[in-house]
């Protein structure tokens, strides 16, 4: 089983702020098979990234993924109010898929 | 417009099954794989159990095999998660979610609400 771990566990950071989130494999997975997921309270998770980099429809381009192989990151370029929020990563390149525990982004 | 909606929740005793439903519309149901990920109470999201476009594969955590059948009926645009001899360890949101390929689906493009399920003495 692929176990991803995702860092920091928690990032307290001011509207405006840029958030830098990490999420990495216990082994390669290539770039296509990596996706994020925004949950909101109370909410369903949403697709945000996925191959990576790509964004999902309707994502801001605040919003950007890079990474491949075991280390992939999320970054939200200038932190709106609707982005505090929990983040997870997912990779679909082996079963069982994995989700990474997920990193929260709160307010300061 | 995409929708899932989830049904079937509720709360169970031990060693207790549930039938979840999800019913789906707005996208061609039998060309997507469909998969369930749960979450339990302040915990992260789980991956639980993958089923191709036509139903003919099905894939299973471990901590969920022998105990819960994935199926579908793409006549009526349903998916269902059949939960047999439930554990406390069992509670959690229940997703249903489709995947964006038929055999093993990939990334999860849309979510439903969730169905909350609940295993207490």
């Known amino acids: 089983e692929i176990v991803l771990t995702q860092s920091p566990g928690t990032l307290s950071l001011s509207p405006g702020e840029r958030a830098t989130l990490s999420c990495r494999a216990s082994q390669s997975v290539g770039s296509d098979y990596l996706a994020w997921y925004q949950q909101k309270p109370g909410q369903a998770p949403r697709l945000l990234i996925y191959g990576a980099s790509s964004r999902a429809t309707g994502i801001p381009d605040r919003f950007s993924g890079s990474g491949s192989g075991t280390d992939f990151t999320v970054t939200i370029s200038r932190l709106e109010p609707e982005d505090f929020a929990v983040y997870y990563c997912?990779?679909?390149?082996?079963?069982?898929?994995?989700f990474g525990q997920g990193t929260k982004v709160e307010i300061k | 417009e995409v929708q899932l909606l989830e049904s079937g929740g509720g709360s169970v005793q031990p060693g207790g099954s549930l039938r979840l439903s999800c019913a789906a519309s707005g996208f061609t149901f039998s060309s997507y794989a469909m998969t369930w990920v749960r979450q339990a109470p302040g915990q992260g999201l789980e991956w639980v159990s993958l089923?191709?476009?036509?139903?003919?594969?099905?894939y299973y955590a471990d901590f969920v095999k022998g105990r819960f059948t994935i199926s579908r009926d793409n006549s009526r645009d349903t998916l269902y998660l059949q939960m047999n001899n439930l554990s406390a360890e069992d509670t959690a949101v229940y997703y249903c979610a489709k995947g964006t390929g038929g055999n093993y689906g990939g990334r999860l493009d849309h979510w439903g609400q969730g169905t909350l399920v609940t295993v207490s003495s």
């Open positions: 089923i191709s476009h036509s139903g003919e594969n099905t």
């Open positions: 997912q990779q679909h390149v082996d079963l069982p898929w994995t």
